[in-house]
């Protein structure tokens, strides 16, 4: 049975199916090099959530059935993908005259990982036959300048692993994760927003000098940092308020996060957060909904960042509550650069916006955003990252983006309905 037909119109009842149920309703159910059960297999991991990565990933190292390492193999390579790499699966059993490798993992800033996949480290790995690969794969022009070797394993407990690999000659050259340490990273990535977030993360994959502790204290400093910025203002105090005039002049920016130390620095006003499960369970919804709509299956980036497996379908999914002070807009979000940028490139990219209280959300093609933003007002925050004010207000019968000393824009031809 088509595993991807019976995906597109009964999704819930392919979530509800193990591992080994997915990959025997993939093709033909015989999962090898080059068949139509792997290439269905790749495309359905590609469209469903990290934490049903993650479920399947648990069942492939805990339930052992027929061919659960080369199936555990394509589940690391679409964890790859998660963090920004361009990730080529390898392939499931050698061939003579075919370079063995499980993955190759090329960063955005240049470094290639040759990536191995191991369901235990009980059998003694040849790290010799694993420099051989990286060799020959270096001379075929398969790698870029810099490159490395990174072992996935199943297990936690891989001291054993770890004392041959320091013991080698390989030891600037070779680096062990664990399976769950993998996914918790996929998982933060996705729950923070800064790109530079994500380059630090990979940056723990390649090899690294630990005598000097400033580059792994540099990774915990940026990701700590962006996690602190995540919550989402619920409602300001009567002090902050926005005018809901086109034309509003602001006496104090209504920033779109809001950490402690901007309370502390206004010394004033009141913030009141949306839980951040309540909120990313709606936006979830949301960007649901979209899918259906556009007839794709997309899984986050980031936070507030979504695309399909074929990058060709992208959303930026801001949320906000409604507002009931006086002169306020109903509903005010941030659009920020980086947002922009990642929507420019792609064929068909909405600005998403999420209403807490509504059953609808609006998503605003790309091409019809782009041409608002130098009429936007703007805030430069404390790192010099400037983004623009999006206001939504009361028009006519629905909503509109406010678009100061210009006509607001109607929001009603942008509407899909959530459930």
Same mark, same amino acid.
């Given at each position: 049975?088509?595993?991807?037909? !019976?995906?597109?119109?009964?999704?819930?009842?392919?979530?509800?199916?193990s591992?080994?149920?997915?990959?025997?309703?993939?093709?033909?159910g015989?999962?090898?090099?080059?068949?139509a059960?792997?290439a269905e297999?790749?495309?359905?991991?590609?469209?469903?959530?990290?934490?049903?990565?993650?479920?399947?990933?648990?069942?492939?190292?805990t339930?052992?059935?027929?061919?659960?390492?080369?199936?555990?193999?394509?589940?690391?390579?679409?964890?790859?993908?998660?963090?920004?790499?361009?990730?080529?699966?390898?392939r499931?059993q050698?061939?003579?005259?075919?370079?063995?490798?499980?993955?190759?993992?090329?960063?955005?800033?240049? @470094?290639?990982?040759?990536?191995?996949?191991?369901?235990?480290?009980?059998? &003694?790995?040849?790290?010799?036959?694993?420099a051989?690969?990286?060799?020959?794969?270096?001379?075929?022009?398969?790698l870029?300048?810099?490159s490395?070797?990174?072992?996935?394993?199943?297990?936690?407990?891989?001291?054993?692993?770890?004392?041959?690999?320091?013991g080698?000659? @390989?030891?600037?050259?070779?680096?062990v994760?664990?399976?769950?340490?993998?996914?918790?990273?996929?998982?933060?990535?996705?729950?923070?927003e800064?790109?530079?977030?994500?380059?630090?993360?990979?940056?723990?994959?390649? /090899? !690294?000098?630990?005598? &000097?502790?400033?580059?792994?204290?540099?990774v915990?400093?940026?990701?700590?940092?962006?996690?602190?910025?995540?919550?989402?203002?619920?409602?300001?105090?009567?002090?902050?308020?926005?005018?809901?005039?086109?034309?509003?002049?602001m006496?104090?920016?209504?920033?779109? !996060?809001?950490?402690?130390?901007?309370l502390?620095?206004?010394?004033?006003?009141?913030?009141?957060?949306?839980?951040?499960?309540?909120?990313?369970?709606?936006r979830?919804?949301? !960007?649901?909904?979209?899918?259906?709509?556009?007839?794709?299956s997309?899984?986050?980036?980031?936070?507030a960042l979504?695309?399909?497996?074929? &990058?060709?379908? &992208?959303?930026?999914?801001?949320?906000?509550?409604?507002?009931?002070?006086?002169?306020?807009?109903?509903?005010?979000?941030?659009? @920020? /650069?980086?947002?922009?940028?990642?929507?420019?490139?792609?064929?068909?990219g909405?600005?998403?916006?999420?209403?807490?209280?509504?059953?609808?959300?609006?998503?605003? /093609?790309?091409?019809?955003?782009?041409?608002?933003?130098?009429?936007?007002?703007?805030?430069?925050?404390?790192?010099g990252?400037?983004?623009? @004010?999006?206001?939504?207000?009361?028009h006519?019968?629905?909503?509109?983006?406010?678009?100061?000393?210009?006509t607001?824009?109607?929001?009603?031809?942008?509407?899909?309905?959530?459930?």
């Amino acid at each position: 049975m088509p595993l991807i037909s !019976i995906f597109e119109t009964a999704p819930d009842s392919v979530a509800k199916f193990s591992i080994e149920q997915v990959v025997s309703t993939a093709g033909d159910g015989a999962l090898k090099d080059d068949s139509a059960c792997s290439a269905e297999l790749r495309e359905y991991l590609g469209k469903v959530g990290t934490e049903k990565i993650a479920r399947y990933v648990d069942h492939c190292l805990t339930v052992p059935f027929q061919k659960n390492g080369m199936v555990l193999q394509d589940l690391v390579n679409e964890l790859g993908r998660r963090l920004d790499y361009v990730a080529t699966n390898g392939r499931y059993q050698g061939v003579q005259g075919k370079i063995g490798f499980d993955g190759l993992w090329l960063s955005p800033e240049g @470094h290639t990982l040759v990536v191995e996949v191991k369901t235990t480290d009980a059998y &003694r790995l040849s790290l010799d036959t694993l420099a051989t690969y990286r060799s020959r794969l270096a001379e075929a022009g398969k790698l870029s300048a810099e490159s490395s070797v990174l072992i996935v394993v199943g297990r936690q407990d891989t001291g054993e692993l770890e004392a041959q690999i320091r013991g080698s000659r @390989h030891a600037w050259d070779i680096r062990v994760i664990s399976a769950e340490a993998l996914i918790k990273l996929v998982l933060l990535k996705e729950s923070t927003e800064a790109a530079e977030t994500g380059l630090k993360m990979r940056s723990l994959l390649t /090899p !690294i000098e630990y005598t &000097r502790l400033d580059r792994m204290v540099d990774v915990m400093f940026t990701t700590a940092t962006d996690v602190e910025e995540e919550p989402e203002p619920d409602e300001q105090a009567d002090d902050n308020v926005v005018p809901a005039t086109p034309d509003f002049a602001m006496t104090k920016a209504a920033p779109s !996060i809001v950490t402690a130390a901007d309370l502390a620095a206004t010394g004033k006003g009141t913030w009141h957060f949306t839980d951040a499960q309540v909120l990313q369970a709606k936006r979830e919804d949301v !960007i649901a909904a979209l899918g259906r709509r556009e007839t794709a299956s997309l899984v986050r980036k980031s936070r507030a960042l979504y695309w399909n497996a074929q &990058r060709d379908v &992208r959303a930026a999914c801001s949320m906000s509550k409604r507002y009931t002070g006086k002169n306020q807009a109903p509903y005010w979000y941030a659009y @920020h /650069p980086q947002w922009d940028t990642f929507l420019e490139e792609a064929e068909r990219g909405f600005f998403v916006l999420g209403c807490m209280d509504m059953e609808t959300a609006f998503a605003v /093609p790309h091409a019809t955003m782009k041409p608002l933003l130098p009429s936007l007002h703007t805030t430069t925050n404390k790192g010099g990252t400037t983004y623009w @004010h999006i206001h939504l207000i009361e028009h006519g019968a629905g909503l509109a983006i406010s678009v100061p000393r210009s006509t607001a824009l109607d929001l009603s031809q942008f509407q899909i309905a959530i459930s």
